[in-house]
Every structure is written in C-alpha cells, then in structure tokens.
C-alpha cells in the first residue's frame, strides 16, 4: 500500500524544494546556508538542489507546470524578503500538495508505484 501523501513526500516534495531552493539562491542572491535556513533543511541538501543531485528526477515534469512553477517562485520571494514566516511556508507546501493532488497530477507516477485500480479517486476524496 503507497498512499498518495508518500508519493508527494519522497517525490514530488523533494523537487518543489528544488525548485524553490534554486531561486533563493540563484534569483534572490541567499547564501546556500540562508535558504538551507529559511527551507529548514541543510547548506548541502541545498547544494544538491541546486546542483540537480536531489529531486532533478520529477523537477523537469513540475516546473512544466505553470501553477508550480509560479507557486515555487511566489514563496521563494516571499522567504527571501521575509513576508512569509516558517509556518506560513510550510503551509504553502501543503495547500500545493493539496492542489496537485486535486488536479489528479500525480496519478500518473502514483500508478507506476502502486497497483491501483483504473477507477482510482483516492486523491480527489481526501
């Protein structure tokens, strides 16, 4: 049994992260440090994001998304000029995880991980 949550934690989170950690540093000029910080996570988790070594794998597919895409940089500059608190942030990544689910855009690799029905509609029920 995969739940779709466990698809989004060790799948789809890691790439938001990603995404979001490379344009505190690249965008908005944080130290690797500052956005490890900001992200609560670590200088070198934040070195992989931003060296593609973590999370690359479904970026590519997330940041094709535009509502992704905007979302990842909205809260990366509210982070980065500090409009956003550490609750706030983590809030905004569970009302996207809410949305993505929602939009049934992570059926398709939660299908390839579980055996599901063709009738699934666990994410949309929850």
């Known amino acids: 049994m995969r739940p ?31 956005a490890a910080s900001k992200l609560g996570t670590t200088q070198a988790a934040i070195s992989q994001y931003v060296y593609s070594k973590r999370g690359e794998r479904y970026m590519s597919r997330l940041e094709a998304i535009p509502r992704v895409r905007s979302a990842a940089r909205r809260m990366a500059r509210e982070i980065a000029s500090g409009e956003s608190s550490y609750l706030e942030t983590t809030s905004s990544f569970c009302l996207l995880c809410k949305s993505i689910r929602e939009q049934e855009l992570i059926c398709s690799l939660h299908r390839q991980r579980a055996s599901l029905p063709k009738n699934c509609d666990i994410c949309l029920a929850t």
């Open 4 to 34: 779709p949550c466990e698809v989004v934690a060790r799948y789809v989170l890691p790439a938001f992260r990603s995404l979001v950690a490379k344009e505190l540093v690249e965008k908005h000029d944080l130290s690797q440090v500052s």
